[in-house]
């Protein structure tokens, strides 16, 4: 299924003047932080040939697009939340504080968000009434724009796609880096998700700095 702009311009139509598409990478893994991706579009009806979900394009095909995406809308960022919050926080509260980092450094360039495409069902980003923890972590945070829900969008949404090929290729980055100081783990292959080389050194080593502890690890 090809990408469109047909959501955004949906949004563009009623208002807003700069539209972000947004995507998480690294949800389930075992390691390594969560990512989330953003790329925020003017009105625009054009979009890098061959631009799909990061989860289609080979690695070779998605470095070439992030780098085809780098002038891409008006701004763009990832954003990171690390293993030892997502362990304070739970993944939920870890997505969000990703996801408005991102935002954060797209408005320090001088570009205000005024809707959001998410991918998936679940509004993660949009943080609850009775969220004290962002209230008071003091890390720069601030209320996410108006979000609408995608289904599937990385798949439909060439802002969300961007978002998502961005994401992925940043931090597959982080962890083949991190791969040299731990290479028992594979991380160069696996990325820090629970291939069978991994499970078996988690086994055999126990966990690093860069695993999260909270969850069931073997």
């Excluded at 080979?58 to 780098?67: G, H, I, K, L």
């Excluded at 995406?69 to 362990?87: C, K, N």
């Excluded at 939920?92 to 570009?111: C, E, K, P």
């Amino acid at each position: 299924m090809a990408v469109s702009l047909a959501r955004e311009a949906a949004l563009w139509d009623a208002g807003a003047r700069v539209v972000a598409g947004i995507d998480e990478v690294g949800r389930g893994a075992l390691a390594g932080p969560v990512s989330v991706g953003v790329v925020a579009l003017s009105r625009c009806d054009a979009w890098p040939q061959g631009l799909a979900d990061s989860k289609q394009l080979t690695p070779a095909r998605r470095d070439s697009m992030a780098e085809a995406l780098a002038t891409f809308g008006v701004a763009r960022a990832v954003g990171h939340a690390s293993p030892e919050e997502i362990d304070a926080h739970g993944i939920v509260a870890a997505l969000r504080w990703a996801g408005t980092r991102a935002l954060a450094a797209i408005a320090q360039a001088g570009v205000t968000v005024e809707a959001v495409l998410l991918d998936g069902k679940h509004d993660w980003l949009s943080a609850p009434d009775d969220d004290l923890w962002a209230a008071s972590a003091g890390k720069g945070q601030a209320a996410a724009p108006p979000v609408t829900m995608v289904i599937g969008g990385d798949n439909l949404c060439a802002s969300i796609a961007a978002g998502s090929v961005l994401a992925k290729v940043e931090r597959d980055a982080m962890m083949v880096a991190a791969h040299a100081e731990h290479p028992a783990f594979g991380w160069d292959g696996n990325k820090g998700y629970g291939a069978a080389g991994h499970l078996e050194a988690l086994r055999t080593l126990g966990p690093t700095p860069l695993h999260r502890r909270s969850w069931k690890l073997p």
